[in-house]
């Protein structure tokens, strides 16, 4: 009898926390005052409790602290893949995707593999039954027309025209175009370009819109020669930021701002520069893109948790009606710290 009044009694509990009596957070009754509800010894209801805690629904405080129902994650069926390389900003995007996954009632399954390995892991989480895939940092992936894509942070270069592959990007001609005209309204002149989001997809890649957007506002400016100040460099290559200093600001020896393409290549620039002794930013100015970095310098924020917002969005109206045109405008970008460029008295 004993045995079946706790299995009665754990199937009621469970019940009614499943069923939220008891929400998720809160405090659970006292063993005393459940002993008492259900007529039963302290040291019966003692072992119920622990096996709600076992089973993960009930958690218990420290000494005094009472007894908590579980703040479980809902697993559901509606399952997203994120494929991501990790950086500063690409976690400012998943923040977003994942909040918004929350909203949506999307399961995201988040996965960061080596490059060589990523479509091979794209294929595992198609075959696992994802619903769709979202890939940022890694180009364009392989994947079957069937199957609804997302790329976040990168540009249509290949022309795909598919309805079930799409892309959602901040307006970087636009932030481009921001920045160098602050730049020039600061009085600067003088000023080098320092690339290396273009090798993120291929050395021989058509100029980003953010390169773009700081030749523009250049070549409005009588600068005529902005492409011969740009240098593209590897992500990441200190060789390359050691020879753009050492080269570029011998044949440019006026120079009084150097513009990056992001705040990658801006933290990459600063660090080699105290290596060369060149007072970059100091004497030199330096601009970023994407407002991640902690250097005292002007950049452009990309608004990247609204990018991860709206990835999930679009493959959700994709899922949702097949046949939707779903196009997506660039996310709005703003200026960030412009008091940090130096102002130049003509």
């Known amino acids: 009898m004993q045995v079946q ?6 199937q009621i509990l469970r019940d ?9 957070g809160s405090k659970f009754p006292s063993e005393a005052d459940l002993a008492w509800r259900f007529e039963v010894s302290k040291l019966t209801m003692n072992k119920i409790v622990a096996l709600l805690v076992q089973d993960g629904l009930l958690i218990r ?29 690409s976690m400012r995007v998943l923040k977003g995707a994942l909040a918004e996954g929350n909203r949506s009632d999307y399961q995201l399954i988040v996965e960061s593999p080596e490059i060589e390995n990523w479509n091979e892991r794209i294929q595992l989480a198609i075959d696992s039954g994802v619903q769709g895939i979202i890939c940022m940092g890694y180009g364009i992936p392989v994947v079957p027309d069937d199957v609804n894509t997302v790329c976040v942070d ?34 600067h002149r003088n000023i080098l370009i320092f690339s290396t989001e273009r090798y993120v997809i291929s050395s021989n890649a058509p100029v980003s819109p953010r390169i773009s957007g700081f030749h523009a506002v250049m070549k409005e400016n009588g600068v005529t020669d902005f492409a011969k100040r740009t240098y593209y460099g590897h992500p990441g290559s200190r060789d390359d930021a050691k020879y753009f200093l050492k080269h570029y600001l011998k044949r440019y020896p006026d120079t009084t701002l150097i513009a990056a393409d992001s705040d990658g290549s801006a933290e990459l620039l600063a660090t080699i520069a105290r290596e060369v002794n060149v007072d970059c930013p100091g004497k030199i100015a330096l601009t970023g893109f ?14 990247p948790e609204f990018q991860g ?8 109206s994709l899922m949702q009606s097949p046949q939707m045109e779903t196009v997506s405008d660039p996310v709005e970008t703003t200026l960030a710290r412009v008091e940090s460029i130096p102002i130049i008295l003509s």
């Open 5 to 10: 009044a706790t299995k009665r009694i754990y």
């Open 16 to 24: 009614e926390i499943e069923q939220k009596v008891y929400p998720p």
């Open 61 to 89: 405080g420290v000494r005094g602290a009472g007894t908590r129902v579980a703040e479980r994650i809902k697993l559901t069926g509606n399952k997203l893949a994120f494929f991501i390389q990790l950086s500063p900003y």
């Open 154 to 187: 990168l540009y249509n270069t290949m022309g795909s025209t598919r309805k079930n592959f799409l892309f959602v990007n901040s307006d970087n001609f636009h932030g481009g175009q921001l920045m160098m005209e602050e730049i020039f309204r600061r009085g």
């Open 290 to 303: 994407g407002d991640v970095t902690s250097l005292p310098i002007a950049s452009v924020d990309q608004n």
């Open 309 to 316: 917002t709206l990835a999930v969005r679009m493959l959700s």
